[in-house]
């Protein structure tokens, strides 16, 4: 099935390090979300984007929905240890009330290091 | 308020085999859908159940069924289960309308097929 380009694959970084994921598809999405996934555990919706070019904040978190709607990025500043896990983008069309599919990306694996 | 839950946790089965799988949606929530997560990628939407019918389907097959009941609570089921059919089942519940109808995850049921 479809998927979404995500990267990096995955990254190990040090404590206090900012960290920035990038999402791209070939279609055109009317909303773009990010979501975090540990290990036994579902996804966990970080922060959502409904209008292109829009930046939203959600504590260290900071998201933006790309300006052509066929991108987003993540950006996690001063990582902590908790940060651990994989990060989901997605991405949906339909508009209003439609709630249409998820489309995902296959993951950045995060590995902080204390 | 409890949010998406899903039984069982974890199940094994045999190739040919039929299995059910349940989710209950969060408290206020209409909307269901099933993804299946292979291993190392991100989920795949398999359909969505709203009113008691289902209205969307992705990219699976017919073996793949689903029910809504009246109280808004989902089971999927799969047929004479093939070895790739392995993966983390994932319900995810929203809203129809409303400010905010994302969609949010469940802990999912982990399938293994011999």
């Known amino acids: 099935g479809q998927q979404l380009n995500q990267s990096p694959q995955s990254m190990f970084i040090q404590e206090g390090e900012d960290v920035s994921m990038n999402c791209t598809s070939s279609?055109?999405?009317?909303?773009w979300l990010w979501y975090k996934q540990e290990p036994g555990e579902g996804p966990v919706l970080l922060i959502a984007?409904?209008?292109?070019?829009e930046l939203t904040s959600n504590g260290r978190l900071t998201a933006q929905f790309g300006i052509t709607r066929k991108d987003s990025f993540l950006n996690i500043s001063a990582s902590i240890p908790s940060d651990v896990g994989i990060y989901f983008c997605?991405?949906?069309?339909?508009?209003?009330?439609?709630?249409?599919?998820?489309?995902f990306g296959k993951g950045t694996l995060l590995t902080v290091n204390p | 308020d409890a949010g998406v839950t899903q039984s069982p946790t974890h199940l094994i089965k045999t190739r040919g085999q039929q299995v059910t799988l349940r989710c209950s949606p969060k408290s206020g929530h209409d909307t269901v859908s099933w993804y299946q997560q292979a291993l190392g990628q991100g989920p795949q939407f398999i359909f969505q159940y709203y009113e008691e019918e289902e209205r969307q389907r992705g990219n699976f097959p017919d073996r793949f069924s689903g029910h809504q009941f009246p109280n808004y609570s989902s089971e999927l089921n799969v047929n004479a289960l093939l070895l790739g059919d392995s993966a983390l089942y994932l319900c995810a519940s929203s809203r129809l309308a409303g400010v905010s109808n994302e969609q949010f995850f469940g802990p999912g049921t982990r399938l293994t097929v011999l």
């Open positions: 279609s055109i999405f009317n909303t």
């Open positions: 984007l409904y209008k292109a070019g």
């Open positions: 997605a991405g949906r069309s339909g508009s209003g009330g439609s709630n249409y599919k998820l489309t």
